[in-house]
């Protein structure tokens, strides 16, 4: 096991705010909507590299965390060049969130210190609840050289952040889909249009959506307003309303007061997309690395524990 140096004040990520609301998730049911969300901002992503070099693009960095509470990460991987990603994740530690990966092309092999093993294949998801702490290794099989998909974290809340750690691998059938005029969406966790995903999480009430849409169709969506909710374009052109959002770009939903959903319109070429929602924790939030708590001294334990064996 590699010892991670103990954090210093400087190296630890921490901000806070006020509670959160507590306003309940739309069930999903195809209620229209009649007050959409604007865009607020659009979000390009940072070229970056994790794990034994694999290349990605990181698009909700940690300067967006409050902002997009309760989510804390999403990494974009793309590539069709096996030196972008072949070193893989090896070895590495987790506590106080969750991890949620979604292939789009090629193979992931998980291994953790729990004795758990599995393959994520092509439109497979993983749901792993860190919680008090688990050792982990993501490491890419080469088919036909491509290799494209996501990784989002999301927030535990503090009366949960120790939790015995869990996980699920989800294979392709197993993620509802709901399908209309020109859209599929894939369910991967909330509900859309009356159809439950695969994942169901009572207190970040996340929405999870993977939208195909073919030229110039619409989607619509519920979403409460005070929930936090992004958009982010892997194929061709998508708009939010009036406004446009281009290829590998994210778009930020502005919370307006009386907004109760989203509507997507595909441009000429079509589209795909991943819609991203959920309830605001609204607590502090302490970062340093692969650990997030609430507090510095939370933080000081978890690298302690780690380098003492007690994730294991």
């Known amino acids: 096991m590699n010892a991670i140096p103990a954090p210093t004040t400087s190296s630890i990520v921490a901000t806070t705010s006020a509670n959160g609301p507590t306003t309940s998730a739309a069930s999903g049911a195809s209620t229209a909507v009649q007050n959409a969300r604007r865009i607020e901002r659009l979000i390009q992503g940072q070229a970056t590299s994790d794990g034994a ?93 491509l290799l494209e998909g996501f990784q989002l974290w999301l927030n535990l809340p503090a009366a949960r952040k120790m939790i015995a750690p869990w996980y699920r691998d989800i294979p392709p059938e197993q993620i509802p889909e709901w399908r209309g005029p020109g859209v599929v969406a894939r369910v991967i966790a909330g509900a859309a249009q009356g159809v439950a995903g695969a994942v169901q999480r009572a207190d970040t009430e996340p929405l999870y959506l993977d939208l195909h849409l073919d030229p110039a169709a619409a989607f619509e969506q519920p979403l409460p307003a005070t929930h936090n909710a992004f958009v982010y374009v892997y194929r061709g052109t998508l708009a939010v309303g009036d406004a446009s959002v281009a290829l590998r770009h994210m778009a930020i939903l502005a919370n307006d007061a009386g907004s109760d959903g989203v509507r997507l319109t595909a441009g000429a070429q079509g589209a795909r997309a991943l819609l991203v929602a959920g309830r605001p924790l609204g607590e502090p939030i302490a970062q340093y690395g692969p650990f997030v708590m609430n507090t510095r001294e939370q933080i000081h334990q978890a690298v302690q524990d780690y380098n003492a064996g007690r994730l294991a």
């Open 53 to 145: 070099g694999v290349k990605l693009t990181r698009v909700l960095t940690h300067e967006l965390q409050r902002r997009l509470d309760p989510f804390l990460l999403l990494d974009v991987f793309a590539t069709d060049r096996p030196g972008d990603y072949v070193g893989g994740f090896p070895d590495h530690p987790h506590r106080g969130f969750e991890t949620v990966t979604y292939m789009l092309a090629g193979r992931m092999r998980h291994r953790d210190s729990a004795g758990h093993e599995g393959m994520l294949t092509p439109a497979a998801v993983q749901w792993m609840t860190a919680g008090r702490g688990v050792i982990h290794s993501e490491m890419p099989e080469q088919q036909d050289g």
